[in-house]
Every structure is written in C-alpha cells, then in structure tokens.
C-alpha cells in the first residue's frame, strides 16, 4: 500500500505565500517523476510543475517566476513553493507521483487527496 499524504494549503491574500507538501509512504522500491495538478471550480485538472528524479524541472507558463518544485528522495517528499499568489491560483491542488513499489517490476500512478488554496483579492 502506498499513500500520498499532502499539506499546507490554505488561504492567503494575494501577494502572499504558502508552500505545499507531500510526503510518500509505504512499501516503496523507487519514485521517478513527481508534479503538482491543480483543479479549480468548473475547470478541468492542470499540470503546474513537474520534476525528474534527478531534479529537472517543468512549469506552467502562468507560474514560471512564481512557483518553485523541489524533491527530498531520501524523504520520499515532494514540495510546491508558490509565491506572488493571485487570486487565478485558487484551486485544490494535487500532488502525483510514479511509484514503484517493492513487490511489483513497474511503476504506477499515484495522487495525493487534494489541499485547497484559496487566494483573496
């Protein structure tokens, strides 16, 4: 069983801003590429940044500048730093990762429950 468990969602005022985690567990052989999708009310679910196990990096236009994705392999964690927040960023967000896990050769898909950013005006 493997869980994606994210964190640090919120409300903040525009301008401001709030950084998010999310932390894999259980029986976990490797994890490969990690992202960030975000859903807001009638929309259909975005990519906003991906990143490589070796750290390279993929950003939605409208947050390049803005939003910085990171990685600690060693704590199975991945984090969103979003800075310069709109009001255009209020969405849950949802954390996404390739798992393999130990007893299977191949790796699966994975989301973490969603954490809602709500960015006033």
């Known amino acids: 069983q493997v869980q994606l468990v994210e964190s640090g969602g919120g409300l903040v005022q525009a301008g401001g801003s709030l950084r998010l985690s999310c932390a894999a567990s259980g029986s976990i052989f490797s994890i490969y590429d990690m992202g960030w999708y975000r859903q807001a009310p009638g929309k259909q679910r975005e990519l906003v940044a991906s990143i490589t196990r070796s750290g390279s990096t993929n950003y939605k236009n409208s947050v390049k500048g803005r939003f910085t994705i990171s990685r600690d392999n060693a704590k199975n964690t991945e984090y969103l730093q979003m800075s310069n927040l709109k009001p255009d960023d209020t969405a849950v967000y949802y954390c996404?990762?390739?798992?393999?896990?130990?007893?299977?050769?191949?790796?699966?898909?994975?989301w973490g429950q969603g954490t809602q950013v709500t960015v006033s005006s």
């Open positions: 996404n990762a390739q798992i393999q896990r130990r007893e299977l050769k191949y790796a699966e898909n994975f």
